[in-house]
């Protein structure tokens, strides 16, 4: 694609976003993980009788299988489905993986589910100058990590980063660039466009809107008074404009960690001694995803099951380790000497936002 240089004066404000999507994840770590499975249609939740597939297989979709399909509507369309159990802790296990390699790149990453998100990469810690090239990195190195495959799409914002990690599906990337961006958006029918669903869509058609060039015809004015607050979005996502920023942390508003124990314990030390894992474990968290916490909540369970916390908040984030194992054991001192014998200890760090955040520097091209 041509430099941002042909934007004169825009190319300070142009971003650079990359939309990650693991293909067919559940189905794919299926039969990652059982060669039985590799080459044949495997859906992922639900059985032959009752519930709704989560994931399906590639080999599986060209039959005609979706998730959130009825499992027996699958089975129909597909007679040799192979229904597997899912396996959530594996699922968030890679999915941490992941992350761990996001942030290799960038602290400004918005998790959207388990296997996909969003990367502001306009500044990127390794100095890379192209987004596509970070892109190429990251699908490698979780190849090589997880033996998954992940596509992505880069562009110059949210809405069309999403719209382009479709494009070369599966195990591909694909670039809209400010010029492209446009006329990208011009034939997509509206029902495509992400945060347009199935009702939204059918009020569209009904008033002569199908494409994003039938949206960019219509005014804001138009658009406001049909579709309320949304009606700024949609007129300006069918230009191409959308300037929301990758927002970090948008699900994960707190790490933490707990930890029950084999025996119920009281003594002080004996409970120190149980937060110190926890503290580590929360911190290193933190230091993979980039993340800075204000706020330190302990929780206590006791043999009765009765569950108490307590919270302190900092004026400037926790600035290290030790500093979150302090605070930690403050708490804890705080509740001494205890009512009942403890048998769950867990901390956890909140007011979350990513660390080391600075201006952005003049960069050319994604
Ligand atoms: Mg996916």
Known sequence: ?????????????????????????????????NPELRGKPVAVGGSAERGVVAAASYEARRFGVRSAMPSVTAKRQCPDLIFVRPRFEVYKAISRQIRDIFAEHTPVIEPLSLDEAYLDVTENLQGI?????????????????????????????KFLAKLASDHRKPNGQFVISPEMGPAFVETLPVGKFHGIGPATAAKMN?????????????????????????????????RGVDERPVRANRIRKSVG????????????????????????????HCEAAGNRGRTVTLKIKFADFEIITRSRSVAAAVAGRDDLERLACGLLEAEMPLPKRVRLLGVSLSSLHAAGESEPQLTLGI
């Open 1 to 33: 694609m041509s430099e941002s240089d042909t934007m004169p004066g825009a190319a300070a404000a142009v971003r650079k976003i990359i939309h990650i999507d693991m293909d067919a994840f559940y189905a794919s770590v299926e039969q990652r993980d």
């Open 129 to 157: 100058p192209l987004a596509r090239d970070i892109a190429l990195k990251i699908r490698a190195k979780i190849k090589a990590e997880t033996g998954l495959t992940a596509s992505a799409g880069i562009s110059y914002n």
């Open 206 to 238: 009904a008033l002569g809107l199908f494409t994003g060039r039938d949206i960019r015809n219509q005014s804001l004015e138009f658009m406001n008074a049909n579709f309320g607050k949304s009606g700024a979005y949609y007129y300006w996502i069918s």
């Open 257 to 284: 960690a707990e930890n029950t124990f084999s025996t119920d314990l009281d003594a002080f030390d004996a409970l120190v001694a149980e937060l110190r894992p926890l503290v580590d474990k929360v911190w290193r």
